[in-house]
Each structure stands twice: as C-alpha cells, then as structure tokens.
C-alpha cells in the first residue's frame, strides 16, 4: 500500500541530542521516546516507548525497522495457532500454577474459535470475536484476564517471528458487563435444597448463604465463634483491608 511502517526517533541528530517529554497523568515524564505506526483495518495508531539512554532507544529503533522490513517481505515462520500455543505453555512452565492456567484457558478459547490457522493470519477482528464470544458466558473481569493473556503470547509470537504484529492493537470492542437476570428462589426451591442437604452443617451453609448473601468462601472459613449471638449480628472481616 506505499506504507512503510518504520520507527523514528524525533531529535536524535541534534548535538547534544535532547530527550523529549510527555504528559502522563499529569507528571511530565523525560526520556527518548521511540514512535511507529501500526496499520490495521485501514486505520493508523501511533505507538511509541521511552527510554532512559538514547542509545537503547536507537537499539530498539534498528531491531523494530528490522523486524518491519522481514515482515514487509512476508519472512515470518508459518506456525499453526494450536501449535505455537502449545511451545508457548511449554516455555512458561515456570511460572505459577495458577498463572500458567489463565494462560492455558485463553489459547484453547482462542484455538475453539479460530481453529488451525497460522497465527499471522489471526487480526483485530478475530479478538473482537473472541471478546463477544467470550461475554455471552463469563464476567467482564475474566474476559479482561484472557484478552491481558492473549496479548503476552502474542508478544512472544512476534519476538519468535510467527506474527508481524500484536492482534490485539486491532482490538475495538471492550468487554462490558452485561446484566444477567437472576430469578429470585422461591420458597418451594429454598425448601427443596434444604431437604436435600445431608446434615445439619450444610442445612445451616444453605439456610446463611439465602437469607444473608454471604459467598461460599465466607461460609466455608465461618465457625461459631464468628456469630455475635448476643446482637445476633455476623461481622464480616475483609481479608485484603482488614476492615
């Protein structure tokens, strides 16, 4: 298209070069700030990253036009998603258990929906599906994890040169919250799941949980000695503020 999507460094010929500044939430930040644009979908978005030393800033500057003149000449390794998925999990079997499943959850959502397609191929629209996808069946905050996840596999793609760029600069659609009805229990099914409780333990879990909206990890963690029998009050501690 005539577009030649290289990075530039404004000022650097200047002598002595000068570091330049930007506003970010209201504190001026100095530094040599490295820009580029990114094509997708016919629209342009401008990119840009600092640096403390302008020679790291001209380091990046070379390997990023670097990378952009490979793929401009379509010299990327054609690796299917399910199979970069699964290199991917491999590499990350350091890290925390519960880290390496969020990881492990997004790529099978992703490889369910787009399939074996080479991951240069996948764009902002697949992940636009992805996220509408995804909504129908879960929270606004674990769609935000996977799309957060998604987008560090596809960092590692680019740096393994099976993608040109991140898909996820593409992205339009922001995961919103949509309000799901919940019927309240009658008094037929509240009755119901309590004949249905094995003992008197979990008849009590059932009987807390309907009349005053504590979760199961409250209840699990609640002992008698909880209970202010003299108020008949259940003073509920946060675990993360104490208060």
Known sequence: MGRTPKAWLPGAKREPPRPGKVINRGRELPGYYVYWHVWTNGQRTLHSRCFSTLKNARLFMRRHNAKRELGDLDQVTETLLPDAAAEFNASIAGLREDTQRGHRVALNFLCRLAGDVPVHAITGSDLDRFVSWRMKESAESTVNKHIRNLNKFFKW???????????NDGLTSKPRSLPRERPPVTEAQL????????????????????????????????????????????PIVRQKTGK
């Open 191 to 234: 009755a119901a799941l309590v004949k249905a409780c094995p003992d008197e333990r979990y008849r009590a879990a059932v009987l807390l949980a309907m009349t005053t909206g504590l979760d199961r990890s409250k209840l699990a963690m609640m002992t008698p000695a909880h209970i202010d029998f003299e108020h008949a009050v259940i």
């Open 157 to 167: 793609c680019i740096q393994k040169g099976y993608c040109h760029h991140n898909p």
